[in-house]
Nanobody, 123 residues
Framework: QVQLVESGGGLVQAGGSLRLSCAASGRTDSNINRSWFRQAPGKEREFVAAINWSGDSTYSADSVKGRFTISRDNAKNTVYLQMNSLKPEDTAVYYC????????????????WGQGTQVTVSS
């Protein structure tokens, strides 16, 4: 089992930045890939970015490329999502996920999920 806890969400103006964190506990051995998804009201949960277990490979959705950066610190069992140049359409609950599939871009590719953190971008 892997427990995931997100933090760092909040309210920010358009053009601003936020950094989300996702701390893992439990089974934190190697070969666990990590990702971020988001879900806006009335919409399906969508893939944002993923990072492999070693941290040397990343993949991002086209909608966030050049603005969001995913990274991880395995010594702290933590994954980060640096979000710059935020737009109102980035408003959503952001979820951290963990799994063994690479590159997983579907919800069903992941075994473990956090509870989510709200990000609201005002115009």
């Amino acid at each position: 089992q892997v427990q995931l806890v997100e933090s760092g969400g909040g309210l920010v103006q358009a053009g601003g930045s936020l950094r989300l964190s996702c701390a893992a506990s439990g089974r934190t051995d190697s070969n666990i890939n990590r990702s971020w998804f988001r879900q806006a009201p009335g919409k399906e949960r969508e893939f944002v970015a993923a990072i492999n277990w070693s941290g040397d490979s990343t993949y991002s959705a086209d909608s966030v490329k050049g603005r969001f950066t995913i990274s991880r610190d395995n010594a702290k069992n933590t994954v980060y999502l640096q979000m710059n140049s935020l737009k109102p359409e980035d408003t959503a609950v952001y979820y951290c996920a963990a799994g063994v599939i690479w590159i997983g871009v579907r919800v069903n590719d992941y075994l473990y999920w956090g509870q989510g953190t709200q990000v609201t971008v005002s115009s």
